[in-house]
């Protein structure tokens, strides 16, 4: 099955600084979408992107389908970004079944 | 804004016990899943459910598990003879008309099995 995998695993950063995660997967997909899972383990929908780019506030995302990779960025981190970030894809096959990457865990310094 | 509801949030249980774990997607939504997260691992996919029919299931969702849809509203998981590693946070999540389309998920039920 398809593989998808996140670095960096952990991201420790100061506030106001910028950063880049990055997901690669291994087979063409129909569906990619970036979650960030709050401290209370809520899934938050940050961009459905199965390919191009897209912006939300401070928070924009990049999907090369040719390349098999999506790049998730944070511009002026604050605290509150802190968390787990997963990207998740649906591969071929047209049953919304997505598959999750491993995460990477933000963690915001004041 | 329309959200994924899941309820209870939090369920403690004894080991061998059934529990049922429910969930009310967005109203217009037609495809409906479920999903668990042992803790600090991925999330893993159990089931998509379309049509009043599974459409994929899991190497996990085995005759332990299963999918109902009661009434228009309800989509609901239930785990027979709970063992202490289906321990988890379960997460609904639905999608629009096509199965391509943006998944939204709820806020998770925590089961803890003793």
């Known amino acids: 099955g398809i593989q998808v995998e996140q670095s960096p695993p952990d991201l420790i950063l100061q506030e106001g600084a910028n950063s880049t995660l990055r997901c690669n997967f291994s087979d063409s997909v129909n569906n990619l979408q970036w979650f960030h899972q709050n401290p209370w383990g809520q899934l938050i929908n940050l961009f459905y992107?199965?390919?191009g780019t897209k912006q939300n506030g401070r928070l924009s995302a990049t999907t090369v389908a040719t390349e098999r990779y999506s790049l998730l960025y944070i511009s002026s981190s604050q605290t509150t970004d802190s968390g787990v970030y997963f990207c998740a894809v649906e591969g071929p096959g047209n049953t919304g079944k997505l598959i999750f990457g491993q995460g990477t865990t933000l963690q915001v310094k004041p | 804004e329309p959200e994924v509801t899941q309820t209870p949030s939090h369920q403690v249980t004894q080991m061998g016990q059934e529990v049922i774990l429910r969930c009310v997607p967005i109203s217009n939504h037609l495809y409906f899943y479920w999903y668990r997260q042992i803790l600090g691992q991925k999330v893993e996919f159990l089931v998509s459910f379309y049509n009043n029919e599974i459409s994929e299931k899991s190497e996990i969702f085995d005759d332990q598990f299963s999918v109902e849809r009661p009434d228009g509203s309800n989509f609901t998981l239930k785990i027979r003879s709970t063992k202490l590693e289906d321990s988890a946070m379960y997460f609904c999540?639905?999608?629009?008309?096509?199965?391509?389309?943006?998944?939204?998920f709820g806020p998770g039920t925590r089961l803890t099995v003793l």
């Open positions: 999540a639905s999608s629009d008309v096509t199965a391509y389309n943006e998944q939204f």
């Open positions: 992107i199965p390919s």
